[in-house]
């Protein structure tokens, strides 16, 4: 299944560059990958576990022919594993190093814009798992406004960077 | 870039890849006008182009060449060797700025005017060319210390040399009449092949130039094609109906040709590999001051260019190799009755599925003795190690990491990169590497490479709830794990016919859920990586698929155990298995002590020094024991009530009858009550008797050598296994504990000689050691044909001990063999048999047998021998 990738633009006048932002939840934590280095959202995927590779790799799947890499976003932030019995996972594949993966994620919202001002740097007192693949926080993310919430930028590049 | 440029570089690049070889052809004939002809021509063209393009540095120095060249052309300036290393600088200068302008779409800056200025001059009849060792480095010229250019005048040197660092200082003009005399001291012999006969004008163009990445991506939708194909295959199995069968059929037929079709696009004659040698043992020749001659055979032999790019570098290594260590000084060779000029000799030739590459010298072999002092400084292995090995295994020792051999580091083959790096690059296409030398008389190596990486027929099995692949090609046999699995402490082993196969058990390699019935009830993938045999360990087994292999994502880099990934035909993705890496990562493969080529391969000639599987244990006090492999049945584990006394002696109910045990240690107790006893059990015929130890500690295979001179009853001695001191048990000592003489009890006076022939390594293992602890010197060989090679090495026995059933010379051919003439027509030959038929005894002696003994009767062969022996002795 596809999501829909049409970005939703903000009826904001155009101050600062926007960028995509393509959200999705790590057990409950909304975060977003930049759109443009996003190639695929897929559903739930048959994925073959690959033995001895580092823990955040959850195992290869087929995407039309080519192989994939999944890694596990919730392991990868150190978080806890997913429920038994909760919906498996998305699959959000970049590409990076004209290699493919997938971000496996529990679930993919919107593309939004976002200005690039409003991305603040990481606290300090950040986790360091978290500070070494977060390219920073975006405050009052559209959407969820209600409550606030804060949008945590990955840096793809670095979320791969495993082992 | 530019088009245009983009053209010219693809067709000089073909052109300066011919130009090498032309020039050593024209320094071997330098009147040979059609190939300066040829040379003019390119240059011309490269000149013609550069202006054109507005490529002036270029232009430039192709002019400055061109003039040259030209005087050459007219006969107006004789071709000299030092003239030929100028040019070679020039098409080396040309490379270079080509090289640059293919990086970064423009000319590289850089200063070409003192080889211009030298060329003028040349040209100009002012200088005569200098001989530059090293023409690759043109400004070494400058730099060539005295002593450099006296040795080089030990060797006959070309009139050109004349006076070193003449580039500086314009020597005075000497009529080009002349240098006249060619040095050819390298002589490419096949250079002519690997260069297209530009002269022979425009041929009807058969070919056309496609890019490389448009093979590429037709390989990557051929790959995709036939995984497509897998699946429907798959699905209409599932379906079973006919009318999809009938062109599905077709479409399968189709792939498989197209595929074969476009993998041929990406073969290429291994010669393109090797266009650069020519030039490269020219300049080594002048370097090292020998006279080297290339001999290149199966040139055209093809293989996959990817393969092919990958074995380019070690190549071009193992070759300068042979030149810088391998072959002699003209002085040395001469000295040893050689012929001054040293050949390197490259064959390469398909075999199997595989292209098999032969890089040969004759020079002066791999020294032995100087390999292990190396070994022994460096402490690869210890002087017991070294004293149980073979010669081929100690040469073996070069393919170790950081091991070279050249007493002097030279600039040619320098320190640290040695045969280990080439072993690698060639394991990891999956090849492999071995060796044969004899000192003297030369070194050849031997490398076994496939022939495409990219789609491989793979057997797919199934552990721990994982499917995987395994290459088909390291795949020797399939057997089902059953009964023939043992554990020898924690490591599971299997007998498979004569031999024990360390076994790995794959769920437990890779961390995965692991069956506890696995072992039993799964199967053993026999696997060969180099000369080491192992069994892997499966749950289960599933068909043979074609899999296109695609690389692992660089952040699996690291999981060495994996060769790629693939997608099957049912669409799911699946881990290639690398049996390298599996062997590396279980030690099995390790190269060194343990490795030994057992497979297929004889034992002949090595009787004393043979390796056999020993089985390690412990009872009582004091150093391990061992006990040759072949000689035990089965090792158990009994539980203690099963033991009981019978008057006074251990016995247990075995398999249906009564086996008495023999403790090995005084102070044995029958274990308490639950405790359990471990046990060798020795079988023949219908009788069993165990020998009770305390523990079983391992199994490996080792040089079964014993030093004497401990007398002791039970223990032929003490043998270094393993780097420890273990005493070998005198089996035949043992077995008379249990009542019965099974091994034939008393020693011949002198020790005689025997050959034992015999095909099964099976009973050769239970023979040798029969015969070994009966005080005979054994040697075995494994068939016929290999006995009559000792005899032609001039190997005498005072009895041969054959087997009648052998592949290609049976024991009939033999004894008519050895009858008919030669050293051996009169020692004593004794046929063993499973068939007792008077007939076949009459066929046996008519071919010229003396002896006739039953093949398990051990107390009639050693009383045949002691009688036949004491006939001829006295």
């Not at chain 2, 030092?82 to 850089?110: F, K, W």
């Not at chain 2, 400004?139 to 070193?164: I, K, L, N």
């Not at chain 2, 077709?250 to 041929?264: A, D, F, N, P």
């Not at chain 2, 006995?787 to 005498?796: F, Q």
């Amino acid at each position: 299944m596809q999501a829909e990738l049409a970005p939703t633009h903000r009826a904001v006048a155009a101050v600062a560059t926007e960028q995509g932002v393509l959200t999705l939840t790590v057990a409950g934590q909304l975060c977003g990958v930049p759109v443009l280095s996003v190639r695929d959202i897929l559903g739930p995927q048959a994925i073959t576990p690959i033995p001895l590779a580092p823990p955040e790799v959850a195992g290869g799947l087929n995407l039309r022919g080519r192989i994939v890499t999944a890694v596990d976003l919730r392991r990868r932030l150190g978080l806890a594993a997913r429920e038994a019995g909760a919906s498996p996972p998305m699959s959000v594949v970049v590409e990076v190093g004209g290699e493919l993966y997938a971000l496996l994620a529990d679930s993919v919202g919107d593309v939004l814009a976002l200005p690039d001002i409003g991305l603040a740097p990481n606290p300090p007192t950040l986790d360091p798992l978290w500070r070494d693949v977060c390219a920073g926080i975006h405050q009052d993310v559209a959407g969820h406004a209600e409550e606030a919430r804060l949008l945590i930028m990955l840096d793809v590049e670095r979320v791969l960077d495993i082992g | 870039m530019d088009d245009l440029i983009a053209d010219f570089l693809t067709e000089t690049g073909e052109g300066l890849a011919g130009l090498d070889a032309a020039l050593l052809r024209l320094e071997r004939h330098p009147d040979d006008a059609r190939t300066i002809g040829e040379i003019f021509r390119l240059i011309h063209t490269i000149k013609g182009t550069c202006g054109f393009l507005g490529l002036s540095r270029l232009e430039k120095v192709a002019h400055a060449g061109e003039n040259v060249l030209g005087r050459y052309r007219e006969g107006s300036l004789a071709v000299t060797s030092g003239g030929v290393s100028l040019i070679l600088r020039v098409v080396d200068r040309v490379r270079e700025i080509i090289a640059g302008l293919e990086a970064t779409g423009a000319e590289p800056a850089g200063d070409d005017s003192a080889l211009i200025t030298e060329l003028d001059a040349v040209f100009t009849g002012q200088a005569v060319p200098e001989d530059a060792p090293g023409a690759s480095i043109p400004e070494v010229a400058q730099e060539v210390p005295a002593s450099g250019s006296a040795a080089g005048r030990q060797t006959a040197e070309p009139a050109g040399e004349v006076a070193p660092g003449s580039a500086k200082t314009p020597a005075p003009a000497v009529p080009a009449g002349q240098a006249d005399t060619p040095a050819a001291m390298a002589i490419p012999a096949a250079a002519e092949a690997a260069a297209a006969p530009a002269g022979e004008g425009v041929a009807v163009a058969q070919t056309l130039r496609v890019n490389v990445d448009v093979l590429e991506s037709l390989m990557t939708l051929v790959s995709e094609l036939v995984l497509t194909r897998n699946q429907l295959l798959q699905l209409s199995r599932a379906r079973n109906d006919g009318a999809l069968s009938g062109p599905l059929q077709r479409l399968s037929q189709i792939t498989s040709e197209l595929q074969e079709g476009v993998m041929k696009t990406r073969m290429q004659p291994i010669g393109n590999a090797w266009k650069g040698l020519p030039r490269l043992v020219r300049d080594l020749s002048r370097e090292l001051g020998k006279k080297i001659e290339l001999e290149m055979r199966g040139a055209e032999t093809e293989l996959d260019r990817q393969v092919l790019e990958l074995i380019r570098d070690p190549l071009t290594h193992m070759v300068r190799n042979s030149g810088d260590h391998g072959l002699e000084t003209p002085a040395e060779r001469r000295a040893a009755g050689k012929p001054e000029v040293g050949m390197i000799r490259l064959n390469a030739y398909h075999e199997g599925g595989h292209i098999i590459i032969e890089v040969g010298d004759d020079g002066r072999g791999l020294a032995v003795e100087k390999i292990r002092a190396k070994v022994l400084a460096q402490g690869l292995a210890t002087e017991q190690d070294l004293a149980g090995m073979g010669e081929r295994d100690i040469q073996r020792f070069i393919f170790r990491a950081g091991f070279s051999t050249a007493a002097a580091v030279t600039s040619v083959s320098g320190r640290g990169v040695g045969m280990d790096v080439v072993k690698t690059n060639v394991e990891k296409i999956g090849g492999t590497i071995d060796l044969r030398s004899r000192e003297g008389k030369g070194t050849t190596f031997l490398i076994k490479i496939p022939l495409t990486l990219a789609i491989v027929s793979a057997l797919i099995v199934e552990a721990g709830g994982e499917r995987f692949a395994i290459p088909q090609i390291g795949v020797v046999e399939l057997v089902r794990a059953g009964d023939g699995v043992a554990h020898i402490k924690d490591a599971p082993v299997l007998r498979l016919r004569d031999r024990l196969l360390p076994l790995v058990s794959l769920s437990r390699l890779l961390r995965l859920d692991e069956r506890p019935e696995a072992e039993r009830g799964g199967f053993v993938v026999v696997t060969q990586v180099g000369q080491n045999l192992f069994g892997i360990i499966v749950d289960r087994v599933f068909d043979t698929e074609e899999i296109v292999v695609k690389p692992v994502a660089p952040i699996l880099r690291h999981v060495t155990m994996f060769s790629g990934n693939t997608i099957l035909g049912d669409g799911s993705v699946i881990m290639i298995l690398d049996p390298n890496g599996i062997a590396r990562a279980t030690g099995v493969g390790a190269e060194g002590v343990q490795e030994e080529a057992r497979r297929g391969a004889a034992i002949a000639s090595s009787s004393s020094v043979e390796r056999m599987s020993l089985l390690l244990f412990r009872a009582g006090n004091g150093a391990p024991r061992a006990v040759p492999l072949g000689l035990v049945a089965r090792l158990e584990d009994l539980s203690g009530d099963r033991i009981e006394m019978s008057h006074g002696r251990p016995v247990v109910q075995y398999r249906g009858a009564l086996m008495p045990l023999v403790p090995m240690n005084d102070s044995w107790m029958p274990p308490a009550a639950g405790g359990r006893q471990a046990v060798l059990v020795f079988n023949d015929g219908g009788r069993a008797m165990g020998l009770a130890v305390d523990e079983i500690l391992d199994v490996v295979e080792e040089t079964l050598k014993i030093e004497n001179g401990q007398d002791r009853p039970g223990y032929l001695g003490t043998a270094v296994i393993a780097g420890r001191a273990t005493e070998v048990i005198d089996c035949a000592w043992w077995l008379r504990q249990a009542g019965e003489d099974w091994f034939g009890g008393s020693r011949p006076a002198a020790p005689a000689r025997l050959l034992v022939v015999e095909d099964s390594a099976f009973f050769r293992n239970m023979l040798v050691p029969v015969l070994g602890a009966a005080g005979y010197e054994v040697v075995a060989a494994s068939s016929g044909a290999q006995a009559l090679k000792l005899r032609e090495a001039g190997e005498s026995f005072d009895a041969v001990i054959s087997d009648i059933e052998m592949p290609e010379l049976d024991g009939l051919g033999l004894a008519r063999a050895a009858r008919d003439g030669g050293a051996w027509h009169t020692t004593p030959m004794i046929a063993l048999t499973s068939r007792q038929e008077p007939e076949a005894e009459r066929r046996g002696r008519e071919a010229g047998f003396d002896e006739y003994v039953p093949k398990f009767d051990r107390d009639a062969l050693l009383a045949v021998l002691r009688s036949r022996l004491a006939a001829t002795q006295h």
